[in-house]
Nanobody
Framework: QVQLVESGGGLVQPGGSLSLSCAAS????????MEWHRQAPGKQRQMVAH???????TYGESVKGRFTISRDNGKNSVTLQMNDLKYEDTAVYSC???????????????WGQGTQVTVSS
């Protein structure tokens, strides 16, 4: 069974930094795009950062210059380094990846369980 397991998150003061990590586990052939999304209370989920298998990155406008996404293809993992955090970054952050499992044809979307990031003084 393929899973995305997240770690990191927590409480941080404005201007601080946090790092989130996500690793794919289970039986699969390959991992395609990997992304981080977030959802704040009462708001729609939004894509925060995206990285292709080749390492090409895309960021949401609100996090450009502050967040950095990176991946380790050998470990099938993705990291989101968040700097200069703001109150409005408070949300549940979820990892997303497109993965080709061994037990069925095609590529499928998988989500992590989500981790809370709270920016507060």
């Amino acid at each position: 069974q393929v899973q995305l397991v997240e770690s990191g998150g927590g409480l941080v003061q404005p201007g601080g930094s946090l790092s989130l990590s996500c690793a794919a586990s289970g039986d699969f052939f390959s991992v395609g795009v990997m992304e981080w999304h977030r959802q704040a209370p009462g708001k729609q989920r939004q894509m925060v950062a995206h990285v292709t298998g080749a390492g090409v990155t895309t960021y949401g406008e609100s996090v450009k210059g502050r967040f950095t996404i990176s991946r380790d293809n050998g470990k099938n993992s993705v990291t989101l380094q968040m700097n200069d955090l703001k109150y409005e970054d408070t949300a549940v952050y979820s990892c997303y990846a497109e993965i080709t499992p061994v037990d069925k044809p095609g590529r499928y979307a998988y989500w992590g369980q989500g981790t809370q990031v709270t920016v507060s003084s």
